[in-house]
């Protein structure tokens, strides 16, 4: 079993930025890809960034050149800064941990999701 912990949400004026942190742990034998989503209330669940195991990157339109996502393979960690943040920013952040086991299984394991708020 992994789990997946996020931290680093909170309130924050437009304009402004917030760095999400994320770290697995428990029975690791591979991690692939690890992802941040958002939700808004009202809203689906969305993909905002992804990285592989190699280190490419992909993300939404939406962030593309406000956010960057990286991750320290050694610590098993994936973080998220965000810069010059809108109010559409504004949406509970899930960090997805896709993970191989020892007997060649895939699996998604979800943290409980951080709160970002951006308002003046």
């Known amino acids: 079993q992994v789990q997946v912990v996020e931290s680093g949400g909170g309130l924050v004026q437009p304009g402004g930025s917030l760095r999400l942190s994320c770290a697995a742990s428990?029975?690791?034998?591979?991690?692939?890809?690890m992802e941040w989503y958002r939700q808004a209330p009202g809203k689906q669940r969305e993909l905002v960034a992804s990285?592989?195991?190699?280190?490419?990157?992909v993300y939404a339109d939406s962030v593309k050149g406000r956010f960057t996502i990286s991750r320290d393979n050694a610590g098993n960690t994936v973080y998220l800064q965000m810069n010059s943040l809108k109010p559409e920013d504004t949406a509970v952040y899930y960090c997805?941990?896709?993970?191989?086991?020892?007997?060649?299984?895939?699996?998604?394991?979800w943290g409980q999701g951080t709160q970002v708020t951006v308002s003046s």
């Open positions: 428990g029975n690791i034998f591979r991690i692939n890809a």
């Open positions: 990285i592989g195991s190699g280190g490419s990157a």
């Open positions: 997805n941990i896709n993970h191989l086991s020892r007997d060649w299984s895939l699996a998604d394991y």
